[in-house]
């Protein structure tokens, strides 16, 4: 790998500062790969206040001006694509299909957050009485600080850091310490390439206790961005809600993926394993409820285990592999310890999996899951897919709902019943005969502007007397 410019350093006001490290290591090998720096609160209230001073300048900036160092970022992340796509095996334990997605749609972020940002600046609203002129304009927050995940790293921090410096706010970024080098580093060397002036992309990683909690708390912040666990998540909302700071969270669920008596059940398997088992099963999006009618779920789990048993688990890195390794004894310990194991103790069945070596977790199926069970009620986050049968299309519903959940699936020949269904169930995001989500970069804006209204007379003012 290129020698990093910022390895073991903060990134704070324009500058990359040394500070104590901690070492990276490589998910498949144990190798160590680089260091990272362990930021203070001190560190992050230096960051915070580089921001804070460089904002308004930034949001000065003509629209074609912030674009086009945002262009400059790009190049450089481009310009290091090879590169990026082995760092991304090598520190999350990804596949190389997903590490070019990832790698792909933060540059489609990029793209998109650099052509909005010289679009639209607002709307002409409708007055409420003529002769007036009535504007409403989208302005910037201000400051943003960014916490993310080290499942998807540089995806997830180019949702918030492209739209949010593309329309004049400027940025805090603290990466998950797991994934500190594609999360962060390299994000800082681009910005640092491009040009960016001081204080508008500030970088500091560090372990979450020290660093995140930090970040997260921080009153100097216009917007907190946070992608990760329900738990810190409901943290963080409880805290902001003391002073009713603003805050964008996205946080896990347990998914469900809907099997009913009419269903493809190759089309429905197929999709299972994306849905389940894409990056180990360690997406927020990923299935964590498999929900069968009974007359067609022997022929389900049997198609299924017969395609997990198929699949092979290495290192992506020097082997062709369709599955790397979890992300941390931690991960796996929680996985096989605290969902698995106890199911399995309750009446589960394994019918493939449910053995690991080392960081290499099987792909495992589950049956005979029933709603008390772990791997019911919590999100894996693991390769597993459970399988619970029920009796009716009311029944899948009912145990569908009631947790929390971004994305679900719902699989039936008939497309109007399909979506019937899908109508009823309580998530963000349904899909119908198919797994999740396969779109490309979102249009952020809404979330890292706000609306300023304007009201402007255009005919001579008729002032009433009282108010002379």
Known sequence: MTASLASGKLYIDGAFTPATTAPVHEKATGEQIGEYAQATPADVDRAVAAARAAQPGWAALGAPERAAYLDRFAAHLRGRYDELIDLSMRETGGVRAKAEDEVSAGLRQLAISSVQATQSAGDI????????????RAVPLGVIGVITPWNYPLNLAMRAVAPGLAFGNTIVLKPAELTPILGGQILAEAAHHAGFPPGVFNLVTGDGPEAGHALAEHRGLDLLDFTGSREVGLAIAASAATDLRQIRLELGGSNAFVVLDDADLDLAASCALIASLEFQGQTCISASRHIVLRSVADRYAETVTQRVAALRVGDPVREDVDLGPLISATQRDRVHQTIVQPSIAKGAKVTTGGTYEGLFYRPTVLT???????????????????????DSEEEAVALVNGYPMLMNSVFSADL????????????????????????????????FTRRQWIGVQRTPLDVPSWTR
Request: aromatic fraction near 4%; charged fraction near 20%; proline fraction near 9%.
């Open 125 to 136: 609203l409708q007055p409420y009485k003529a002769g007036k002129l009535s504007l409403s």
């Open 368 to 390: 005979g899951v029933t709603p008390d069970m772990p791997a019911f009620t919590e999100e894996i986050f693991g390769p597993v897919i459970p399988i619970t049968v029920v």
């Open 416 to 447: 109007i019943r399909g979506m019937t269904v899908a109508e009823r169930l309580q998530a963000g995001e349904v899909h119908v005969n198919d797994a999740h989500a396969r779109h490309g970069a979102e249009n952020q804006m809404p979330g």
